[in-house]
């Protein structure tokens, strides 16, 4: 069984920051690409940035400048800071994961179960 849990949502004030957390846990043989997504009401779901292995990342066009993705290898945790939040960054943020279960295995993808982020006055 693969685990990935969210942290860090949260109500927050147009302009502030908040940090996004999500570790993976069970059985993991290694973890691939990890992203962020986000789904708000009413919208589809979209990429909001993702990170390789190697640390290469790439951003949605409406949040580049404002988060950055970052992981850590060791602790199987991928992380994303957002500054200068705005209102339209009001949504679900899911914590995804490219990762295989053993040497042998094919990688498949995971999702946490989401986090809340609000920006409101």
């Known amino acids: 069984q693969v685990q990935l849990v969210e942290s860090g949502g949260g109500l927050v004030q147009p302009g502030g920051s908040l940090r996004l957390s999500c570790a993976a846990s069970?059985?993991?043989?290694?973890?691939?690409?990890m992203g962020w997504y986000r789904q708000a009401p009413g919208k589809q779901r979209e990429l909001v940035a993702a990170?390789?292995?190697?640390?290469?990342?790439n951003y949605a066009d409406s949040v580049k400048g404002r988060f950055t993705i970052s992981r850590d290898n060791a602790k199987n945790t991928v992380y994303l800071q957002m500054n200068s939040l705005k209102s339209e960054d009001t949504a679900v943020y899911l914590c995804?994961?490219?990762?295989?279960?053993?040497?042998?295995?094919?990688?498949?993808?995971?999702w946490g179960q989401g986090t809340l982020v609000t920006v409101s006055a």
């Open positions: 995804n994961a490219g990762l295989k279960q053993a040497a042998w295995g094919r990688s498949a993808y995971y």
């Open positions: 069970g059985s993991i043989f290694s973890i691939n690409d």
């Open positions: 990170i390789t292995r190697g640390g290469s990342t």
